[in-house]
């Protein structure tokens, strides 16, 4: 199976870690390749290559939402189960399964939740901390 993402950051960096553990927990050899811009095409050079190893499960963080569903049926027509992670494609979509977090419900929750750890009053503090 092969992971793919964009660049190192700190997500990437627990990727990677996470699929090594369970690459020793299950024996399914996993890889995580990055690509160095957030591109779908630089995506898809990797995914082509490591397909061309005979990599046959493929986990794609997509680099766009509409082009990824391209390389995912593309996949999926020879056999290939895709899951996407991190991020979502635009639906309809051929792949599997999508793990990604809604950030814009994350957002609103962490906010609510300061607001109520500030007493209910935080929109008072954050006015006069950042507009005079």
């Known amino acids: 199976m092969l992971t ?7 997500f990437s960096s627990y990727l990677n870690k996470k699929f090594l553990n369970d690459m020793n927990d299950t024996g399914i050899k996993c890889e995580y390749r990055a690509t160095q811009h957030f591109d779908q095409e630089e995506a898809n050079v990797i995914i082509e290559g490591m397909l061309a190893l005979g990599y046959n499960a493929f986990a794609i963080w997509p680099g766009h939402p ?12 020879q056999g290939i189960p895709v899951i996407l992670i991190a991020g979502p494609a635009e639906l309809p979509t051929d ?9 814009k419900v994350s957002a609103m929750k962490a906010t609510e939740n300061l607001i109520k750890a500030m007493g209910g ?3 008072k503090y954050i006015n006069k901390c950042c507009c005079g």
């Open 66 to 77: 509409v082009s990824v569903n391209v390389t995912v049926t593309e996949l999926v027509n």
């Open 121 to 123: 009053f935080g929109w």
């Open 95 to 103: 792949a599997s399964l999508c793990i990604a977090t809604d950030v």
């Open 4 to 10: 793919q993402g964009f660049g190192e950051n700190t």
